[in-house]
């Protein structure tokens, strides 16, 4: 893979990638069943999670938001002349994410269901969440990030969260961020429970990054795997 200078986080695994130089080449070790897809940090992408394969402008919306300042504005219509844009935008560290619609609310469903997946908060919390100044019900919930759910009735929506810890808290400490991700790649590994466990426990309890590869290289796990854990390492140093 080669990827230009900048901050990336992989769509499906949700790894950080920081490249210093004008530009790196590396391999992406991925299973058979994933790819490696790499978001420019600081964008944001929304996706319908209406089910089936339908064409209508979807009820259900999913916007992954990546970094702490970004914006992009989605366009809907109705196959002719009536046109919407909707522009969602986070800001103030990645910790506002608001969303406002203009043109014709025809072509949009009366009330979507939103889902923003705050990608950078691996931990945080809603503070609040409105639309037009009044206060709406939403949901949180953690799966590796901040996710916060609620209908948007096609106003100015505003959802305020708070971050308890980052992606780029954890990318600080690189042997601290590889204890972190590695248990994900030990439960694909092939053995018993036992081992893997077994290799947890030391890989956890490694004090240097010089004794986590050691006990790392040393291992049952196929090479492959092992590649898969060093690159926690070498995606935060370049």
């Not at 100015?156 to 961020?177: C, F, Q």
Request: glycine share 8%.
């Amino acid at each position: 893979v080669n990827l230009p200078a900048g901050r990336y986080i992989d769509l499906f695994t949700r790894q950080a990638y920081v490249v210093s130089d004008e530009f790196k080449q590396f391999k992406a070790y991925r299973g058979l069943g994933s790819i490696p897809v790499f978001v420019k940090y600081n964008s944001i992408i929304p996706l319908s999670e209406d089910k089936g394969n339908g064409c209508d402008n979807p009820e259900n919306l999913r916007v992954l938001v990546y970094g702490d300042n970004a914006r992009f504005t989605m366009i809907e219509d109705n196959g002719n002349t009536a046109r919407l844009e909707t522009t969602y935008a986070v800001e103030n560290g990645g910790t506002e994410f608001t969303v406002i619609s203009s043109g014709d609310r025809s072509v949009s469903p009366s009330k979507r269901r939103i889902t923003v997946e705050f990608m950078n908060i691996v931990d945080g919390a809603c503070v609040s969440c409105a639309e037009n100044g009044e206060k709406v019900d939403f949901t949180v919930t953690h799966n590796r990030c901040l996710k916060v759910a609620f209908d948007y009735l096609g106003g100015a929506a505003k959802v305020v969260v708070k971050a308890n810890e980052k992606i780029s808290d954890l990318t600080a400490d690189s042997l601290g961020y590889a204890k972190s991700r590695m248990l994900s790649v030990i439960e694909r590994c092939e053995g018993n429970n036992i081992e893997k466990e077994n290799l947890f426990k030391a890989l956890r309890d490694a004090g240097t990054e010089e004794e986590f590869i050691k006990i790392l290289d040393d291992s049952f796990i196929k090479n492959v795997r092992k590649e898969q854990i060093k690159e926690f390492f070498n995606i935060i140093k370049w």
